[in-house]
């Protein structure tokens, strides 16, 4: 695999189901970030990394979690799905070191349709 | 709050230039990025502004004036490939990107 790519593609899911977003990336960077976007609203953060090991909250955390036990991995985990988590997520990466403009590599993108 | 303001939507005209203005008020400032996104693919890097001027990169430049907060993506010599949505974001001062709705850029023939 060459850059960062998600899976599944696209989902439909009934609510209050478990799901797990997959996310992996093959350029070693050290940050990740789980982003869903809607309509007429910009990108916003879920969740991060900056290292494995390590998670931080962005601004819509409620109802998502992650975990970062390697590099390369990044999943994204609805507890209990709600319609209002309905929307597309990207996962991206990014080098954070020094000298590195922090620049963020998107993937494909998975489209979530909670019912 | 953080804010980051750009028209909803532009339409120009296949050959022409257009400006997309973005505008922000965010805390702390490490540097301003545009994307460029196609409908239902992901967003790809456009332009990396961190002081003050222009930064030019074949058919697209990008603008920035900290002092205003604010900054503009020029397109020249607009192609049909052109139609897409632009994203300024910008790096605050925790190193995350705060996003702007987008701009829906329509070229017609």
């Known amino acids: 695999i060459a850059g960062i790519t998600q899976a599944p593609t696209s989902q439909i899911l009934a609510a209050g189901r478990r799901m797990t977003l997959r996310c992996t990336q093959d350029?070693?960077?050290?940050?990740m970030y789980w982003y869903r976007q809607d309509l007429g609203l910009g990108l916003r953060l879920i969740h991060y990394s900056n290292t494995a090991g390590t998670t931080g909250k962005g601004e819509v955390p409620d109802g998502y979690s992650v975990s970062r036990a390697n590099t390369d991995d990044f999943p994204l985990t609805l507890a209990s799905a709600v319609p209002s988590q309905t929307s597309v997520y990207f996962c991206?990466?990014?080098?954070?070191?020094?000298?590195?403009?922090?620049?963020?590599?998107f993937g494909p993108g998975t489209r979530l349709t909670v019912l | 709050g953080q804010n980051i303001d750009q028209p909803t939507e532009m339409t120009a005209t296949e050959g022409a230039i257009v400006q997309i203005n973005c505008t922000y008020q965010?805390?702390?400032?490490?540097?301003l990025f545009w994307y460029q996104q196609h409908a239902g693919e992901a967003p790809t890097f456009l332009s990396y502004?961190?002081l003050d001027g222009l930064e030019e990169k074949g058919r697209f430049s990008s603008f920035l004036s900290r002092s205003k907060g604010y900054s503009y993506l020029l397109l020249k010599e607009l192609q049909m490939k052109d139609s897409a949505s632009y994203l300024c974001?910008?790096?605050?001062?925790?190193?995350?990107?705060?996003w702007g709705a987008g701009t829906k850029l329509i070229i017609k023939p």
């Open positions: 502004n961190v």
């Open positions: 350029m070693r960077h050290n940050a």
């Open positions: 965010t805390s702390g400032f490490n540097g």
């Open positions: 974001a910008v790096m605050d001062s925790n190193y995350q990107l705060i």
């Open positions: 991206a990466s990014s080098d954070s070191g020094t000298g590195s403009i922090n620049e963020q590599f």
